[in-house]
């Protein structure tokens, strides 16, 4: 084969990058450059005339350390006689550092010699550039390592290449179990498998989902959701060479999201349903919820209140209500808790609405505030009702204190919580010196007989029993003594515990200083009976006797309590003459009877009676005497 002219190898130098050369290898094992075309000083700073006058001078540029390389790669090549590549250093005359490739060809000549023809680029950018990505591999490969989050590398077949310390963790494989593994069908779940294999071809042909939530499985079956962050590694041209997986377990995440959701959900049905209403403001005292129950309690619409101040509610109002809320309100700047605050608020439909209110300061982990939570109640109906039992009672006050002296209530132990004014203007003690004292505290006549229904009433509260019309004496210092007369009953709560007394008393002093001087008179009234020969006594309407005069046991020889209650027709007499004194009701009557006073005692009497009229002229009795002969 004849060699290459010069003229040749100018020719294809002058229509490619790099340098050409001819080298022949010499007997004496150097080598010598034949050609060098004009490259050489773009590539080397040396001259192709240069090189090939004296070839040292290129060994010279040679980087020290890749020497030794370089020649036993060459002498192998030549003894050899095959075709040779290296990459090795050299440094320019200047002092630049480059990296070059050379490729040659052995061509044996006619005369038997060979010589090599072969080509030397300049790589230096590529070398770089290698050198930057493995720079950047190792970054990554020391970030992935060590990276908290799972980490894996898939081929473009879906083979697993790579696998970090974290997704052993997460999925239970070691490296040896899971590298070269197909990554779907080792964990993905069946279900779920050819949407994750769409979504990895798609984005192989750039226009897949490089951020996605995927269910996957662990060694032991068990189903895990992550967060998957998926990258295509490409080369220069685009082409996918492998995919990398940085993924995130949101398991518990995602499950207390639906929890939470879950949650959400029961609240608002709750709140749409409950008589109650729920609220929330922000760290501004701003409303940022309010449930629905709360519009449609107060007709307010929801730009009236959601974005609005908590302190916007004071707006419009009186100077007397905003007193009403400065409590309240300092409770809100000063962030503590506030339960049970009472409002009043204008309703679109009605005159207003009565609301209660109840709200707890919330704060984040590091105690900053985020705002109020809390709920509300309608208690328009409560209030209305209360109102309505205040005026009931003031009304039953003012009505039992027209029948009776006073008006009283007593605690479960017995402590006074009311006395009407009566009991002020009977005995001159201020109602507030009586309210918060004990029942036992009350000033009653030290005579045992006048107070023994007053201890009988004590008992029966302690009992719990109701009494009426316990009549005893009490003493008031530089007051004539007084009778009273009170009647209780026991009172309990909405839930049956007892709760104390309430009652009525009555001034009747006057009524037993009556009662005493009719039984003065009814004794000396006995006691003339007692000397004389006549009966006297009186009947009702029903002709039934209800008085004889204490002598009639003496001169009929019959009980006093048996005769008592007995009918007037029982008693035998001249007919005519009872019909007479019986049915003329107008005038006083007299005649002669013949009544049977004793078991075996007949006598003539003789009576004389009187009819009681009331003022309306209305027949109620008789009452008269009769005269035993």
Same mark, same amino acid.
């Given at each position: ?28 094992? =150097? ?40 020649? #036993? ?18 440094? =320019? ?24 023809? %072969?080509?030397?680029?300049?790589? #230096? ?7 930057? $990505? ?14 908290? $989050? ?16 974290? *997704? ?6 070691? %490296?040896?179990?899971?590298? @070269? ?5 080792? $964990? ?23 951020? #996605? =939530? ?6 032991? @079956?068990? +189903? ?63 409303? =940022? ?9 107060? %007709? ?66 590091? %105690? ?14 409560? +209030?209305?009702?209360?109102? +309505? ?10 009505? *039992?204190?027209?029948?009776? #002296? ?81 009647? @209780? ?64 046991? +003496? ?75």
């Amino acid at each position: 084969m004849s060699p290459l002219s010069s003229i040749d190898l100018k020719d294809i130098s002058d229509n490619i990058s790099g340098v050409i050369f001819q080298l022949q290898y010499m007997p004496d094992k =150097t080598h010598k450059y034949m050609f060098v075309s004009e490259g050489a000083y773009e590539l080397f700073e040396v001259y192709g005339e240069e090189i090939v006058k004296d070839s040292s001078v290129l060994f010279k540029l040679y980087y020290q350390e890749d020497f030794p390389r370089i020649k #036993t790669k060459t002498i192998e090549a030549f003894l050899s006689r095959e075709p040779f590549d290296i990459e090795h250093r050299i440094v =320019t005359p200047s002092g630049k550092l480059k990296w070059i490739y050379t490729s040659a060809s052995p061509r044996k000549l006619d005369d038997g010699k060979v010589v090599w023809v %072969g080509i030397i680029l300049d790589i #230096t950018k590529r070398k770089d550039a290698e050198s930057k $990505l493995l720079e950047s591999q190792n970054r990554l490969q020391l970030h992935t390592r060590k990276s908290p $989050l799972p980490y894996l590398e898939i081929s473009t077949e879906f083979k697993i290449m790579d696998w970090n310390f974290s *997704a052993r963790e997460v999925f239970g494989y070691s %490296g040896s179990e899971i590298l @070269g593994q197909d990554f779907i069908e080792k $964990l993905i779940p069946e279900d779920n498998q050819d949407a994750v294999r769409q979504n990895l071809m798609d984005l192989m042909m750039q226009h897949g989902d490089n951020v #996605t =939530t995927i269910d996957c499985v662990d060694v032991s @079956g068990k +189903r895990k959701i992550s967060e998957w962050y998926i990258n295509p590694i490409t080369n220069s041209v685009g082409k996918v060479l492998s995919i990398t997986i940085l993924l995130r377990d949101i398991t518990e995440k995602t499950r207390a999201k639906i929890r939470l959701q879950e949650s959400e959900k029961k609240f608002r049905d709750i709140a749409s349903f409950s008589s109650d209403w729920f609220w929330e403001t922000d760290e501004n005292d701003l409303f =940022t919820y309010v449930s629905e129950r709360y519009f449609e309690i107060t %007709g307010i619409t929801h730009d009236k209140v959601i974005g609005k101040s908590i302190f916007g509610l004071l707006d419009g109002v009186s100077e007397k209500i905003q007193k009403d809320w400065q409590g309240f309100l300092k409770k809100v700047r000063e962030r503590k808790n506030f339960r049970d605050f009472e409002f009043k608020v204008k309703n679109y439909g009605k005159d207003h609405v009565w609301l209660r209110a109840s709200g707890g300061a919330c704060y984040d982990v590091k %105690g900053n505030f985020l705002g109020y939570r809390g709920t509300g109640s309608d208690i328009t109906l409560q +209030r209305e009702a209360e109102q +309505r039992l205040r005026d009931s009672e003031e009304r039953f006050r003012h009505i *039992a204190e027209d029948i009776y #002296t006073w008006v009283w209530e007593v605690d479960e132990e017995g402590y006074f919580t009311y006395v009407s004014d009566g009991y002020t203007r009977l005995t001159t003690v201020p109602v507030e010196k009586v309210v918060g004292r004990h029942l036992k505290d009350m000033r009653v006549s030290a005579d045992p007989a006048k107070q023994l229904n007053w201890k009988k009433a004590l008992e029966d509260i302690m009992e719990r029993k109701e009494f009426c019309d316990y009549d005893f004496q009490v003493d008031f210092p530089g007051m004539p003594r007084k009778w009273f007369r009170i009647s @209780g009953v026991p009172f309990y709560t909405e839930s049956d515990r007892f709760a104390g007394f309430r009652g009525t008393g009555s001034d009747i002093t006057e009524e037993r200083d009556k009662e005493e001087k009719i039984a003065g008179i009814d004794d000396r009234l006995q006691d003339f009976s007692d000397l004389s020969q006549r009966i006297f006594w009186e009947c009702d309407s029903k002709y039934r006797l209800i008085f004889a005069s204490g002598n009639i046991s +003496r001169i009929a020889a019959i009980s006093y309590d048996k005769l008592l209650g007995k009918k007037l027709s029982l008693i035998d007499s001249n007919d005519s003459d009872r019909q007479n004194l019986l049915l003329n009701r107008q005038k006083l009557n007299s005649g002669k009877f013949k009544i049977k006073l004793g078991d075996n005692i007949e006598t003539v009497a003789v009576a004389s009676a009187k009819p009681l009229l009331d003022s309306e002229e209305n027949f109620y009795g008789f009452r008269g005497v009769i005269d035993v002969s």
